[in-house]
């Protein structure tokens, strides 16, 4: 996978204070994005169920100049589910973190919001394939909520 960024889109984005930084769990891989995004929001789509492990998945929409590695891009492996045309799971070869992919056409990149590192300075604007979210699937507002461990 190569880098949405040239070198000197790279310096200029590293010395921006709107990069926001991101990483697998183990920190192997990282990456950087750009605003403005063209969304974010909640998927809840049997694949972006499967792929995140959790209700939804949390995915921001970005040009492809807008994302580059920062490091451990060789870590970053990819399936693309062969009947689908717009998805794919990006994820690290060392802990199996989701990690953003660029689309198919390569003009996009997918970045699953729980890979942020920095706050994105948005929040998600949507629900989408809200009918094919999972049976126990409930509200975060209608829970209760702790600060730590209950």
């Given at each position: 996978?190569?880098?949405?960024?040239s070198?000197?889109?790279r310096?200029?984005a590293?010395?921006?204070e709107?990069?926001i930084?991101?990483?697998?769990?183990?920190g192997?891989?990282g990456f950087?994005?750009?605003?403005?995004?063209?969304f974010?929001?909640y998927?809840h789509?049997g694949?972006?169920?499967?792929?995140s492990?959790s209700?939804?998945?949390?995915?921001?929409?970005?040009?492809?100049?807008?994302?580059?590695?920062?490091?451990?891009?060789n870590h970053?492996?990819r399936y693309?589910?062969?009947?689908?045309e717009?998805?794919?799971n990006?994820?690290?070869d060392?802990?199996?973190?989701s990690?953003?992919?660029?689309a198919?056409?390569?003009k996009?990149?997918?970045?699953?919001a729980?890979?942020?590192?920095?706050?994105p300075g948005v929040?998600?604007t949507?629900?989408?394939?809200?009918?094919?979210?999972?049976?126990?699937?409930?509200?975060?507002?209608d829970?209760?909520t702790?600060?730590?461990e209950?």
């Amino acid at each position: 996978m190569a880098s949405g960024w040239s070198a000197v889109e790279r310096m200029g984005a590293l010395m921006s204070e709107a990069s926001i930084q991101g990483s697998c769990l183990c920190g192997a891989v990282g990456f950087e994005i750009r605003a403005p995004f063209l969304f974010f929001q909640y998927c809840h789509c049997g694949r972006c169920r499967k792929s995140s492990g959790s209700s939804h998945g949390a995915n921001l929409l970005l040009k492809a100049n807008q994302f580059g590695w920062i490091r451990g891009e060789n870590h970053v492996r990819r399936y693309e589910l062969p009947t689908a045309e717009y998805f794919c799971n990006g994820f690290c070869d060392i802990c199996g973190s989701s990690l953003p992919w660029r689309a198919r056409n390569g003009k996009l990149f997918v970045v699953p919001a729980g890979a942020l590192d920095d706050d994105p300075g948005v929040t998600p604007t949507r629900n989408i394939f809200w009918d094919s979210r999972a049976c126990w699937c409930r509200s975060a507002a209608d829970l209760p909520t702790f600060s730590a461990e209950a």
